[in-house]
């Protein structure tokens, strides 16, 4: 990580000039007529005055405000107009860079902004300002408030969000300064999960990697220092394959009469990372750490290359990616292919333009006219941003806007299209009630079903690259509560929980009203909406049915409200009752005795039983677990609720199946099943399990629709060649839409 006074070298970074005192190294900060001359070289017309004004405001309102490195305070917003400089920004950006610490840590004012600066750098400064008003509340609510006005700001104003990432990077380059572990983990998780997304949303590619490394390396730092080791070894070890494989691709290129640059690049450390998770690989078995860039001068040039290297090398299959025709959402775009290189080498090549890699690398910034009058980039024309700002406007809790915004910005894509051709984007795993909230949230409150490709899906069938949604919706119909445990993007589950909402304190209104009134009547009180109105505000409420909510939901009890609204009753005595009275009558639920298979490494005459979080079968890899009072449950290897346990080693048991090829012994698997609704359906999938030997110990419906029911089926099978037997015969029938095996209760 950068020494704060040294957040890159003096050639690297023009704004500041390291001198030696003997002991340590100081930082000499840079004159405003320097920073004038910097943005002339890539602005002839840069605004002196402006430059000049803004510089000595924020030199004299910082003073003698120290950093936590020691380092003056004024250093920072030098340091972050040197990232933007470098990103070759207009003269008001850079002026906002050098003041936009002013009013949060000085006695400077927005109105103080205004009055010198004029409007347009006041609306800047303001949108990067944090709130300071909220200082009493959470730390996350105050997070979310923060983001949650970023989000407006910078929709107004993009360079907004430029100088907070500017901002963000020069603080995490000085993270280490910061004394306390937990602020400094608390930096490095937000600039994860928020502010390294919103770079990648933007296409600043470099500023990502460099965002994502820093917090890495806070959060994880033995990860971080063996990857880089690795990195290290890697690159000495195989520098010769890599200038071969450089020149072969040139050579190759040259013969075709393709004018190409071809450069090397090397994967980030956290990418690394975040893939070996992903994909649940080890190091040595990921084949893109190096991949290798072609750049050439025209998008035909682009499809021509590719074709060359296709004929030249096999084609690794599943690596093809055209982000040419159908660019990432902000606006990336390159052709990626695997192919098996020279020197038998598994390899990445990127192709694309000059002019796509300059997109690639500065992103938004790289389309920015620094010059007055240029056309400049408006952020309403991101749809990410868009979707945000209706999170914003759906969602009543901060922390609930701050979740929202994560689904939304952290996740890979998938792109769809629409029966008139047009491309939506969303995350891995949407669905199409994901893709309607994405057309419009009119659409989603009314979709009914969805045609994927012009086959009619449940609603929660998981959308891939490439498939052609047809959402079908009906007026007057209202978004199911159910819809929340599939969606994946934030504005979906903003919208369905808005509803819910709606719908829920409906419900609390009638059932606290519902208690209030019973009470009354007990108390031979005549009911009141008056009374308990007049009272409201004792209880956080503004209305009588704010006050009726809380009681339905029990957030407030009924009888502290009626003692508030009739202040002069006494209560009666309550008639208690016994636990028999509220027991009586009901059945105990129905016990399955465990199967009596023996187990490889048990103690004979163990008890035993089998997790019914992921129903084990013979067949399935199986470790046991001590339960106090159980004797030993045995569980899947790959089950979650093994988490659990990973601080009780002494209670882990190495077990495995017995080795009889055959038993009589039946065990319960779990099945879902979503069944086309027709007549027949339930008989034809009844018929194929019993003819496949299985049977049916428990079944019911999890959801229906017109068109499909879904099922969770418990069948009794000998083991896991059996119940996958049983699968494959159901999904031959037409009458089964889809058949998985489930875990879970």
Not at 221 to 242: N, Q, Y
Not at 473 to 497: D, L, N, Y
Request: net charge neutral; glycine share 6%.
């Amino acid at each position: 990580m950068r020494n704060p006074d040294q957040s890159s070298s003096p050639a690297d970074n023009p704004l500041s000039k390291i001198v030696s005192d003997g002991k340590a190294s100081r930082l000499k900060l840079i004159r405003q007529y320097e920073l004038v001359d910097l943005v002339r070289a890539y602005d002839p017309d840069v605004n002196e005055d402006l430059l000049n004004r803004a510089y000595v405001f924020s030199m004299q309102a910082h003073g003698s405000q120290l950093r936590a490195s020691g380092a003056p305070f004024f250093s920072h917003p030098l340091e972050v107009a040197a990232i933007l400089t470098e990103m070759k920004m207009d003269s008001t950006t850079i002026a906002t860079a050098l003041l936009h610490d002013t009013v949060e840590d000085t006695l400077a004012s927005l109105d103080d902004i205004e009055k010198q600066f004029g409007p347009g750098v006041a609306r800047l400064v303001d949108g990067v300002t944090k709130l300071s008003r909220i200082k009493l509340q959470a730390d996350q609510v105050t997070q979310a408030e923060n983001f949650r006005k970023l989000i407006v700001a910078m929709s107004e104003d993009i360079r907004v969000l430029l100088v907070k990432l500017a901002d963000r990077l020069h603080n995490m380059r000085t993270l280490q300064y910061l004394k306390s572990p937990e602020k400094r983990h608390r930096i490095a998780r937000e600039t994860l999960d928020l502010y390294a997304p919103l770079a990648e949303r933007i296409g600043i590619e470099k500023m990502k990697d460099e965002l994502e490394d820093l917090a890495f390396a806070e959060l994880n730092p033995d990860a971080h220092a063996s990857i880089v080791a690795r990195l290290d070894f890697l690159r000495r070890k195989d520098d010769a394959v890599t200038q071969k494989i450089l020149k072969e691709l040139k050579t190759i290129l040259r013969e075709a009469k393709i004018k190409a640059t071809v450069v090397g690049r090397e994967k980030a450390p956290y990418s690394i990372w975040r893939k070996m998770q992903r994909k649940n690989v080890g190091f040595e078995q990921l084949s893109d750490i190096m991949a290798f860039r072609i750049l050439v001068d025209t998008i035909d040039n682009c499809y021509q290359v590719l074709g060359i290297i296709h004929s030249h090398y096999h084609v690794i299959p599943g690596r093809f990616k055209d982000y040419i025709s159908t660019p990432k959402p902000n606006q990336y775009q390159s052709l990626h292919t695997g192919i098996m290189g020279p020197e038998q080498q598994r390899i990445e090549i990127q192709i694309r333009t000059h002019t796509m890699h300059e997109v690639a690398e500065l992103g938004v910034a790289a389309h920015w006219g620094y010059k007055e009058g240029a056309p400049k980039t408006d952020g309403h024309q991101y749809r990410w941003l868009r979707e945000l700002l209706d999170i914003v406007e759906h969602v009543q809790k901060p922390e609930e806007f701050l979740e929202n915004t994560k689904l939304e910005l952290f996740q890979d894509q998938v792109f769809c299209f629409t029966p008139k051709g047009d491309l939506i984007a969303l995350p891995s795993g949407a669905s199409p009630v994901d893709f309607a909230y994405a057309v419009h949230g009119r659409v989603g409150d009314a979709c009914v079903g969805a045609k994927v490709n012009g086959r009619m899906v449940p609603l929660r069938t998981i959308l891939r690259n490439g498939d052609q949604v047809e959402i079908v919706t009906q007026k007057g119909s209202t978004p199911s509560p159910a819809w929340e445990r599939f969606v994946v993007t934030g504005k979906a589950r903003s919208c369905i929980r808005r509803f819910i909402r709606t719908q829920q304190r409906s419900e609390y209104i009638l059932l606290g009203k519902s208690i209030l009134e019973k009470l009354c009547k007990q108390e031979a009180v005549d009911f009141s909406e008056k009374a308990f109105e007049s009272v409201a505000k004792n209880f956080q409420g503004n209305s009588a049915d704010d006050l009726f909510a809380s009681v339905g939901e029990s957030l407030q009890p009924a009888r502290e409200v009626f003692n508030a609204a009739y202040p002069g009753h006494k209560l009666k005595q309550p008639e208690k009752k016994s636990l028999e009275h509220f027991t009586a009558g009901r059945l105990k639920e129905p016990t399955k005795e465990s199967s009596p298979l023996t187990l490889k490494g048990l103690i004979p005459g163990m008890a035993v039983h089998y997790a019914r979080c992921c129903h084990p079968l013979p067949g399935d890899p199986i470790v046991g677990i001590v339960t106090t009072g159980k004797g030993v449950t045995i569980h899947t290897t790959d089950c979650e609720t093994l988490e659990n346990f990973l601080d009780s080693p002494e209670r882990w048991i190495d077990v495995g199946w017995n080795d009889k090829k055959e038993s009589t012994d039946l065990m319960v698997g779990r099945l879902n099943v979503i069944l086309v609704n027709k007549p027949n359906s339930l008989a034809s999938m009844s018929t194929i399990i019993a003819k496949n030997n299985g049977n049916i110990f428990n079944m019911k419906i999890t959801s229906r629709t017109p068109e499909f029911y879904d099922f969770i089926i418990d069948l009794e099978v000998r083991d896991l060649k059996h119940l996958k037997t049983i699968i494959a015969a159901l999904r031959a029938s037409s009458a089964i839409n889809s058949v998985e095996r489930t875990k879970g209760r």
